[in-house]
């Protein structure tokens, strides 16, 4: 599977990221100012405590899944003005059986105006394009704003998996939400 590298949409541009010290340096601020809703559910957020941290993600996780088509994860930017709004990702690809899983992140001024919607929508359609049957999104059953993005972009819910994943930032075992879309579905 290969998806394009560059996504336009109405209102965002989404691009794969480069491993440049600018684009960490720019990462690791927005994350930084978003911790208080990235830390409950995204296990990387405690551990990104610095620039270099977030290059080496850049050139380590992102870089090399792209070049292994093992996965990919695209910078997710305002159209009109460049600003940083995000990350979404393709991950879990599943060629055999056709089936992908994204994630995502948005800093806190971006949240709420559907830009995640919309990036998920445009994933998706290269997704379904490059071959995907099913696309999946998983999130903590607390968290809402996740469960939004995947309501709102006609997830199906097919399920909880009762405490499927430990949380390091509540110390117990949390659910989580199962969402899908099938290619006949879009």
Same mark, same amino acid.
């Given at each position: 599977? @290969?998806?394009?590298?560059?996504?336009?949409?109405?209102?965002?541009?989404?691009?794969?990221?480069?491993?440049?010290?600018?684009?960490? /340096?720019?990462?690791?601020?927005?994350? /930084?100012?978003?911790?208080?809703?990235?830390?409950?559910?995204?296990?990387?957020?405690?551990?990104?405590?610095?620039?270099?941290?977030?290059?080496?993600?850049?050139?380590?996780?992102?870089?090399?899944?792209?070049?292994?088509?093992?996965?990919?994860?695209?910078?997710?930017?305002?159209?009109?003005?460049?600003?940083?709004?995000?990350?979404?990702?393709? @991950?879990?690809?599943d060629e055999?059986?056709?089936?992908?899983?994204?994630?995502?992140?948005?800093?806190n001024n971006?949240?709420?105006?559907?830009?995640?919607?919309?990036?998920?929508?445009?994933?998706?359609? /290269?997704?379904?394009?490059?071959?995907?049957?099913?696309?999946?999104?998983?999130?903590?059953?607390?968290?809402?704003?996740?469960?939004?993005?995947?309501?709102?972009?006609?997830?199906?819910?097919?399920?909880?998996?009762?405490?499927?994943?430990?949380?390091?930032y509540d110390?117990?075992?949390?659910?989580?939400?199962?969402?899908?879309?099938?290619?006949?579905?879009?």
């Amino acid at each position: 599977m @290969i998806l394009s590298e560059r996504i336009e949409t109405r209102r965002l541009i989404l691009e794969r990221p480069k491993p440049t010290f600018e684009l960490a /340096q720019e990462i690791y601020t927005y994350v /930084q100012l978003s911790l208080n809703n990235l830390q409950p559910w995204l296990p990387w957020a405690n551990s990104m405590d610095s620039v270099e941290g977030e290059f080496a993600y850049l050139l380590n996780w992102c870089n090399k899944h792209w070049e292994e088509r093992t996965g990919f994860p695209f910078i997710i930017r305002d159209k009109d003005i460049k600003r940083f709004l995000g990350v979404i990702d393709v @991950i879990r690809i599943d060629e055999k059986n056709k089936i992908g899983e994204i994630g995502y992140w948005l800093q806190n001024n971006a949240m709420g105006q559907g830009y995640m919607r919309e990036a998920v929508l445009a994933v998706e359609k /290269q997704c379904f394009m490059a071959g995907l049957n099913r696309i999946e999104i998983r999130n903590d059953t607390r968290n809402e704003a996740s469960a939004n993005v995947a309501r709102g972009a006609g997830y199906h819910l097919d399920g909880v998996l009762r405490q499927d994943k430990w949380s390091e930032y509540d110390k117990k075992f949390v659910d989580s939400n199962v969402w899908s879309k099938l290619k006949e579905e879009k």
